[in-house]
């Protein structure tokens, strides 16, 4: 089973930053093999794709919505990929997940493993 482990959410006022931090835990997991994302959802809402990036981090893709805002990287010497949010507006306030698949993960449905969620609020 493979653990992906969130951290780095929290309380920010609008116009902040905030880095998320997803760290793979499974000596038999290869990160290399797996493109690396982000997903948000808010409360009765679907789960929201927010942010990719391929195994050597040539290629990222976001949601129009947070380009030129969030930027995603990924450490493979330390199985981990991040999310750093800057100018944060209220519509940002979710929970983040990292989600991990071996094809495209733009959709939840190619996302092979998730995180358990880590708590996103902007306050206005």
């Known amino acids: 089973q493979v653990h992906l482990v969130e951290s780095g959410g929290g309380l920010v006022q609008a116009g902040g930053s905030l880095r998320l931090s997803c760290a793979a835990s499974?000596?038999?997991?290869?990160?290399?093999?797996?493109?690396m994302g982000w997903f948000r959802q808010a409360p009765g809402k679907e789960r929201q794709f927010v942010a990719a990036?391929?195994?050597?981090?040539?290629?990222?893709s976001y949601v129009d919505s947070v380009k030129g805002r969030f930027t995603i990287s990924r450490d493979n010497a330390k199985n981990t990929v991040f999310l750093q949010m800057n100018s944060l507006k209220s519509d940002d306030t979710d929970i983040y997940y990292c989600?991990?698949?071996?094809?495209?993960?733009?959709?939840?449905?190619?996302?092979?493993?998730w995180g358990q969620g880590t708590q996103v609020t902007v306050s206005s």
């Open positions: 989600a991990a698949g071996r094809w495209d993960i733009r959709t939840a449905r190619g996302v092979e493993y």
């Open positions: 990036i391929n195994w050597n981090a040539r290629d990222t």
């Open positions: 499974e000596l038999t997991f290869t990160f290399t093999d797996y493109i």
